[in-house]
């Protein structure tokens, strides 16, 4: 079977963009060869890419569709057909099938009788269908930004295409992209082979002919070579080692065609600066990486990933030029550093009313002003005796002083950082030096969340404040639109209160974030700000909920069943009542051990088939009785249900005042040869009024007693 090859070759592409591009091309390739049937039983799909190509290789692929029978239902057998002769109906129809129209049939189905055929679908060969499908994929791959760059011509790609191979094994598919037709030419490193073409004979060829061209195709390939790059670099210097930093390897790999690696040196008294700006000037500024020694601590030298491979003279001048600008880049910093320190944080407060935070929203001083008051109400109920109200106050009130600092506006990176290290040089308490250090700590849901009590409650009001704010002017996240990072921050607020003992829940914080703006209500673009805040508090809980979902899914990894079965029976309590989120984690965690044994699975499926039978006779307004009437209690097995569940419910309401989720869990499974036996001998809907209500009040009641951990009928069963 043949295998197929496709690469568009372009002008660079930013690397941050390459890797989502890569897999989607290969996911549009797999997915139009699949859908026209072209796909052979054991195929493989491998997908490369440089700054220059993005390429799909496709092995087992069918040469032509095989031919397929379709049965074609055309008008009603009635307008066809007239006393046995074909009206025009029938002709259109035997037209448009291609077929003569004697040889139409009459299809029975359970809607009627209609005319049909059968006709043979010849399948067309794999060239023809990829060349008219693939370009049509290509045109609708996603990419953060597009662009024109024919005049008058409607093509937008992330950037110019300048070539296209595709090849069916040997052959080339006829394949139009933006002007450019394919061929089976592609181009090597732009430097180390220059701007003749290659010929790729074959599609099985294309890595082994790059790879002769210093161009390293295969992704992982190169990051292979430059981890043992970094490596073999840094066994030059004594007991170093360099810094670890997948996303900077991610980068300079999909910066690369043909890598190599560089080391440089710097003068070791730049260590006196933090290494927080060491490492910021290095691997944000210079996609270098920073080496240190066995200690952990920075090292003056620094590896940088080249896309060529020099000569020994050629790597002398390299590493002369970018040491050169690493001093540079350092010395700058050095002066910020100690321009900066000639103005302390505490007198940069009143500097912060020149600093927009959002144009509708005032200036980071008004924020601060709220970021305060919300710390203050936080720490006064987190009943904590490690918390300094006094050192948490004064980090929020110095918390965005840093944006007036000349490092932060050179390296914006470092906000907050800065911040915290500025206070530690100057000073002052080392709990409000790591608050506002850990201020916009969690970043994602994989960074660490603030290391103090002070840090916590300063992220979450911080957060909190920037997420009231821009509900009440309309300005929430939308589908995949989310400009002001709304999302980021609730994820960061919903980590924080799950992983510490902090005794809040989102409504709480959110009330306290919406109360400040309540100055603001009456200016303009306010419109969601009128008492009691309920028009934006609605959509702030819809969206924390949201979040806390995902967390529980997408971070902690519980089914989404049982997190739906959690959410269902405590999101009132997550959102309203205060109850911890670790609450909801521990409920899930509980739920989903208990989940494989048999009695759990029978009470979710009965506790399903209870809310069913309650909701339908809701619809009719046979509503249950107010409570259960025992002389009414005919039948035995609803006697021995009752009383069964009469005894239980204590047991587990203790277990679960003592957060013994799984023990509760267990007692509950107890019930099920008692719910068993009660839907086997007991018609819930009886002919008699008060029976019927009072055997409904039961079901109630079982359902309800028991339904506090969990709503057991979301959980899906198999």
């Known amino acids: 079977m043949p295998d197929f090859l496709f690469e568009i070759g372009l002008e660079e592409i930013p690397a941050r963009m390459i890797p989502a591009a890569q897999a989607e091309l290969a996911r549009r390739v797999e997915d139009l060869l699949t859908r026209e049937r072209l796909l052979s039983a054991g195929h493989e799909i491998h997908s490369y890419s440089t700054?220059?190509?993005?390429?799909?290789?496709?092995?087992?692929?069918?040469?032509?569709?095989?031919?397929?029978q379709e049965q074609l239902t055309g008008p009603s057998w009635n307008i066809a057909f007239k006393n046995g002769d074909p009206t025009p109906a029938a002709h259109a129809f035997a037209k448009k099938a291609g077929v003569q129209v004697f040889a139409l049939e009459k299809l029975t189905t359970p809607k009627g009788e209609y005319v049909s055929t059968v006709v043979e679908r010849k399948g067309r060969t794999a060239s023809e269908i990829i060349a008219e499908q693939l370009p049509k994929e290509l045109a609708v791959l996603y990419w953060p930004k597009n662009m024109y760059w024919r005049a008058g011509k409607p093509e937008r790609f992330v950037r110019p295409v300048k070539w296209l191979l595709a090849l069916l094994n040997h052959a080339i598919v006829p394949i139009e992209f933006a002007g450019v037709h394919a061929a089976n030419l592609t181009y090597g490193h732009r430097i180390l082979y220059g701007d003749a073409t290659l010929t790729v004979e074959h599609a099985t060829d294309y890595l082994g002919v790059l790879e002769a061209a210093h161009v390293t195709a295969d992704v992982e390939l190169r990051r292979h070579r430059i981890r043992k790059g970094l490596d073999a670099a840094t066994r030059t210097i004594p007991e170093a080692r360099w810094r670890e930093d997948e996303p900077l390897v991610d980068t300079v790999t999909h910066l690369t065609e043909w890598p190599s690696v560089l080391l440089g040196s710097f003068d070791p008294q730049y260590l006196n600066l933090p290494e927080e700006v060491l490492v910021t000037v290095m691997r944000d500024h210079q996609k270098?990486?920073?080496?240190?020694?066995?200690?952990?601590?920075?090292?003056?030298?620094f590896l940088t990933?080249?896309?060529?491979?020099?000569?020994?003279?050629?790597?002398?001048?390299?590493?002369?030029?970018?040491?050169?600008?690493?001093?540079?880049?350092?010395?700058?910093?050095?002066?910020?550093?100690?321009?900066?320190?000639k103005i302390p944080l505490t007198e940069r407060v009143e500097m912060l009313k020149s600093v927009t935070f959002q144009k509708d929203l005032g200036s980071y001083y008004d924020k601060t002003e709220r970021v305060t008051k919300v710390v203050r109400e936080l720490g006064s109920s987190a009943q904590s005796q490690e918390l300094s109200i006094d050192a948490l106050e004064l980090a929020a009130k110095l918390a965005k002083t840093d944006l007036t600092s000349e490092l932060v506006k050179e390296f914006t990176e470092l906000q907050g950082i800065v911040g915290g290290l500025y206070a530690k040089t100057q000073g002052l308490d080392d709990r409000v030096a790591l608050a506002i250090y850990d201020q916009y700590r969690p970043e994602s849901t994989e960074d660490s969340i603030p290391r103090t009590i002070e840090g916590q409650l300063l992220a979450i009001a911080d957060k909190a404040d920037t997420i009231a704010g821009m509900f009440g002017i309309g300005l929430e996240p939308s589908g995949s639109k989310d400009p002001f990072a709304l999302r980021r921050a609730a994820n960061g607020i919903v980590k924080i209160l799950a992983e510490t003992a902090l005794p809040f829940h989102p409504a709480t914080i959110f009330a306290y974030a919406v109360r400040e703006y309540e100055p603001m209500a009456s200016l303009p673009g306010f419109h969601r700000f009128d008492a009691p805040f309920q028009n934006v508090e609605q959509p702030i809980s819809a969206f924390t909920l949201e979040r806390i979902r995902f967390y529980l899914q997408d971070v902690r990894q519980f089914r989404y069943d049982i997190v739906n079965a959690v959410l269902r029976q405590t999101a009132s309590s997550i959102i309203k009542t205060g109850a911890y989120i670790p609450d909801a984690i521990s409920r899930a965690a509980a739920l989903t051990a208990v989940l494989g044994s048999e009695g759990i699975a029978a009470i979710s499926a009965a506790f399903k088939r209870i809310k069913n039978i309650l909701d339908k006779a809701r619809e009719k307004s046979d509503l249950p009785a107010q409570r259960v009437k025992t002389e009414l209690l005919t039948d035995p097995a609803e006697r021995t249900l009752y009383d069964y569940a009469a005894r239980l419910t204590p047991t587990v309401e203790n277990l679960r005042a003592e957060y013994k989720y799984r023990e509760a869990l267990e007692q509950i499974a107890t019930l099920r040869p008692h719910v068993d036996l009660f839907f086997d001998k007991v018609m819930v809907m009886a002919d008699d009024p008060a029976i019927r209500q009072n055997r409904l009040a039961l079901i109630a009641m079982v359902l309800g007693n028991f339904s506090s951990i969990a709503d057991f009928s979301e959980i899906v069963t198999s």
Not at 56 to 61: A, D, F
Not at 289 to 301: G, W
Not at 309 to 320: C, F, G, L, N, V
């Open 51 to 68: 700054p220059r190509r993005l390429a799909v290789l496709v092995k087992g692929v069918n040469a032509t569709q095989a031919d397929t």
């Open 288 to 301: 270098y990486f920073a080496v240190e020694d066995r200690q952990s601590k920075l090292a003056p030298y």
């Open 305 to 341: 990933v080249l896309n060529t491979q020099p000569s020994k003279q050629a790597d002398e001048i390299i590493r002369h030029g970018n040491e050169r600008v690493l001093r540079a880049r350092f010395n700058d910093a050095r002066f910020f550093w100690t321009v900066d320190q």
